[in-house]
């Protein structure tokens, strides 16, 4: 399975609006500057998010984009959904013999259950505690 600039950037628009819950809205100008995006592109993103009832647009001066609801309460799988469709590693399981069959399934409840599982909350406040060591390689 692979996520698309749809899901990443609407990931990105959702992290931003979760770090600010409370504070009134944020405008997608402020975020694709932060990011260095197009801001068309997240407006394009926004649609859905706020057809799915994911976030409220305020229009005028002050307007933007909130939080339909409080960051703890959406998860990256509502917004992958939304943006991206369904979750499924490949395409016709059914056709596939069962072994493999049986591996996609066991891959794609794994992926849901992470999603379904991370909170746009979990994401807003987290932080790098240092105890990842990246991949040295040697020749």
Same mark, same amino acid.
């Given at each position: 399975?692979?996520?698309?600039?749809?899901? =990443?950037? *609407?990931?990105?628009?959702? $992290? @931003?609006? /979760?770090?600010?819950?409370?504070? /009134?809205?944020?405008?997608? #100008?402020? $975020?694709? #500057?932060?990011?260095?995006?197009? @801001?068309?592109?997240?407006?394009?993103?926004?649609?859905?998010? =706020?057809?799915?009832?994911?976030? #409220?647009?305020? =229009?005028?001066?002050? /307007? /933007?984009?909130?939080?339909?609801?409080?960051?703890?309460?959406?998860?990256? *799988?509502?917004?992958? =959904?939304?943006?991206?469709?369904?979750?499924?590693?490949?395409?016709?399981?059914?056709?596939?013999?069962?072994?493999?069959?049986?591996?996609?399934? #066991?891959?794609?409840?794994?992926?849901?259950?992470?999603?379904?599982?991370?909170?746009?909350?979990?994401?807003?406040?987290?932080?790098?505690? *240092?105890?990842?060591?990246?991949?040295?390689?040697? $020749?």
């Amino acid at each position: 399975m692979k996520i698309s600039t749809k899901g =990443r950037y *609407g990931l990105t628009i959702m $992290i @931003e609006l /979760g770090k600010k819950y409370g504070e /009134g809205p944020i405008s997608l #100008k402020s $975020i694709a #500057k932060t990011y260095n995006l197009s @801001e068309h592109y997240l407006e394009q993103l926004a649609g859905p998010l =706020r057809n799915a009832g994911l976030v #409220k647009s305020v =229009r005028g001066a002050y /307007g /933007g984009y909130i939080l339909a609801d409080e960051p703890a309460k959406i998860t990256a *799988g509502d917004i992958i =959904r939304v943006l991206e469709g369904p979750i499924s590693p490949v395409e016709g399981i059914e056709e596939e013999e069962p072994a493999k069959r049986n591996l996609w399934m #066991k891959i794609r409840d794994a992926v849901k259950e992470v999603l379904d599982n991370t909170t746009i909350e979990d994401l807003a406040n987290y932080e790098e505690d *240092g105890t990842d060591t990246p991949y040295m390689f040697y $020749i």
